[in-house]
């Protein structure tokens, strides 16, 4: 059994900043979250911040410079840092885990972010 469990979302004025936070576990293998995910209402979900094993941090272009990603290998634990918050922002995001041996993709509940102008 896979746990996933996402905090941080939050409402916040146009300019403000949240911390996401994802942690993963597992019963029987190794998983690792991996990356921050966002689905806005009627959009599809699309990447918003993905830090690979070796600590690189890859950025959709309508974030960078505004959020950052990093992972606590101790806790197995990845953040998502959001400042300068804009409306377009609000959605629920997601924290995208993988099982180390096979790279299977899970999913945590979403969280919703609320930015308002």
């Known amino acids: 059994q896979v746990h996933v469990v996402e905090s941080g979302g939050g409402l916040v004025q146009a300019g403000g900043s949240l911390r996401l936070s994802c942690a993963a576990s597992?019963?029987?293998?190794?998983?690792?979250?991996m990356a921050w995910h966002r689905q806005a209402p009627g959009l599809q979900r699309e990447l918003v911040a993905a830090?690979?094993?070796?600590?690189?941090?890859t950025y959709a272009d309508s974030v960078k410079g505004r959020f950052t990603i990093s992972r606590d290998n101790a806790k197995n634990t990845i953040y998502l840092q959001m400042s300068s918050l804009k409306p377009e922002d609000t959605a629920v995001y997601y924290c995208?885990?993988?099982?180390?041996?096979?790279?299977?993709?899970?999913w945590g509940q979403g969280t919703q972010v609320t930015v308002s102008s």
């Open positions: 995208n885990v993988q099982r180390e041996s096979n790279y299977e993709p899970y």
């Open positions: 597992a019963t029987f293998f190794n998983v690792k979250p």
């Open positions: 830090l690979s094993t070796d600590g690189r941090p």
